[in-house]
């Protein structure tokens, strides 16, 4: 950078924080985390400079102090400054936590900032920025404990997989900062803070680690959401995740207990409506529990448990063990039937990548398994496991991370060009591909399985047509399902008002159902 371009900088950041000063904001946080263009200045690795700006702890924090005196001096004493930085131990070209503290220190010295946030992950390793259930919770805890023995002045926030007031409290209790940061959980949840401050942290709706709405939609450009919670980005459309009491009351059943038929039976009770919600199983949650099961998933089973307490709190009759038939239905005398069935995995073994092959050869001799025969331990698997995964999301990839897990040796394979190609926009899939490999976990891209033998199955590769045998004991197949709607096609001619919602009416993913029983239960 020139002179000038340093200048131009500076005074950028400047502006910004002036134009938050003029909108009336309480101050700014001054962006030195992650390698970008502060840290860059800090970093010796990046910066090469012999100048003012380079070389000297003092010359390298030139950048920054500058920045932060020009805002003091515009902005005034009232106003606050923050600064954040993040905690990169795996790649020793980035500033160490000593490093960091060393840097801190300067700028607390001279007071210039008021506090400092911890986050962890850098442009080096995009990965922990916003780590997902793969990571550890409170991640940036050795970097806040190093900074709060550098300062005397500022306060120290952490953030970095904060998400429950439990994981704050424990921070806070443990003197390993002065304050902490909850953003995803916030996003899942925006009532969290008073849920915890009136003593009801049980009714927080969880949020999942998953990055699948939050990031996952910020990295295409696009506003916003949350899988948990699909108010969010449509605060004033919805109400803020707010709910208003009907002067209506009808009778709402509510068929299936998975995802779509869980927030249905919500959201209708919320608004006053009297809901009853059938399970066939003995459990709440449909193939979302099976997806709880896979590694480090468990944070989907406290949201089928938060389900549960507040469908008991809203006064929702839930019964269990319950398949309705129509004629059931029928006499039920509901004013408004929500059918939730949900979806099955095929048994023919097609893919899509091949559609001109209806069924896989062979496939009747046995050995053939669903991702969900696995998850739900009906699949009696041998040591050497083939999964083919079509849809390069967790449903193929956990099952493969769990087979792998319990000792099986495990050859992925997929049309796809990477494992995991659906988790990239939710920063998961590099971490889920290096636990595979660390695993042992095979993979075979850009092809599909065409034979399939009590010895094991022939692969064909899309790129040159070539055909392999890879022996196998077992095969798993993680294909998109088909929809449960026999109890819709029965009740079409009727008469009765029903609606078809969730897999049933389209074997979606779980934001997409949930999002859609948002809708269709705020529009009774
Ligand atoms: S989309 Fe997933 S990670 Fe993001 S806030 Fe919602 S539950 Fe949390």
Redesign the pocket.
């Known amino acids: 950078m020139t002179e000038a371009e340093i200048e131009e900088t500076i005074e950028g950041f400047v502006q910004a924080a002036r134009r938050c000063w003029e909108s009336g904001f309480d101050g700014v946080e001054v962006w030195a985390a992650y390698h970008g263009i502060v840290d860059q200045f800090w970093t010796p690795w990046s910066n090469r400079r012999d100048d003012q700006w380079g070389g000297t702890l003092e010359n390298r924090t030139r950048f920054s102090r500058e920045i932060i005196t020009r805002i003091r001096k515009l902005c005034g004493d009232d106003f606050i400054i923050g600064i954040s930085v993040s905690d990169e131990p795996d790649f020793e070209v980035a500033l160490q936590r000593e490093s960091l503290a060393e840097l801190i220190a300067l700028h607390d010295r001279d007071q210039l900032i008021d506090y400092v946030s911890c986050g962890t992950g850098s442009y080096f390793d995009f990965y922990k920025l916003m780590p997902t259930f793969l990571y550890p919770e409170r991640l940036a805890t050795e970097l806040s404990q190093t900074l709060k023995s550098a300062v005397s002045h500022a306060l120290v926030t952490m953030e970095s997989h904060v998400r429950t007031p439990e994981n704050a409290e424990a921070v806070l209790s443990a003197d390993q900062a002065d304050l902490v940061s909850i953003v ?1 959980g916030q ?2 949840d925006p009532h969290l803070a008073n849920k915890a401050k009136e003593g009801r942290p049980e009714d927080i709706r969880p ?10 939609r910020r990295y295409r450009d696009y506003w916003i959401s ?4 699909p108010s969010t980005g449509r605060e004033f459309e919805w109400g803020g995740d707010r709910f208003e009491k009907t002067a209506f009351p009808q009778k709402v059943l509510v068929v299936g207990g998975g995802p779509a038929g869980l927030e249905a039976a919500r959201v209708a009770a919320e608004q006053g409506h009297k809901v009853t919600l059938t399970e066939a199983s003995d459990r709440l949650g449909g193939q979302f529990r099976l997806a709880g099961m896979q590694p480090r998933r468990g944070q989907i089973l406290d949201l089928l448990d938060w389900y549960a307490r507040q469908l008991e709190q809203l006064g929702v009759e839930v019964r269990l063990n319950t398949f309705m038939e129509a004629a059931e239905i029928s006499s039920f005398s509901a004013d408004l039937i929500l059918l939730a069935t949900g979806s099955y995995p095929p048994d023919t073994g097609f893919q899509k990548a091949i559609p001109h092959k209806e069924q896989l050869p062979g496939i009747e001799d046995g050995g053939f398994f669903s991702a969900e025969d696995v998850m739900a331990r009906r699949a009696r698997l041998g040591k050497r496991v083939l999964i083919l995964d079509e849809g390069g999301n967790w449903k193929g990839c956990g099952t493969a991370l769990k087979m792998a897990e319990e000792g099986h040796q495990v050859v992925l394979i997929t049309p796809d060009p990477l494992v995991g190609k659906e988790l990239q926009r939710t920063a998961a899939d590099y971490p889920l591909r290096q636990k595979l490999a660390q695993l042992g976990v095979r993979f075979i891209l850009e092809s599909a399985i065409t034979r399939w033998t009590p010895q094991g199955a022939e692969i064909l590769s899309f790129l040159d047509g070539s055909t392999s045998f890879v022996e196998a004991d077992s095969l798993v197949f993680a294909t998109p399902n088909l929809a449960e709607d026999t109890l819709a096609r029965e009740l079409e001619n009727s008469g009765l008002k029903f609606l078809n919602i969730g897999d049933s009416a389209g074997p979606r993913q779980a934001p997409f159902v949930i999002s859609e029983a948002r809708r269709v239960a705020l529009g009774i």
């Open positions: 995803r996003i899942a949020c999942l680690s998953c990055n699948q709405m939050c990031w996952g949350c899988l948990v919670n």
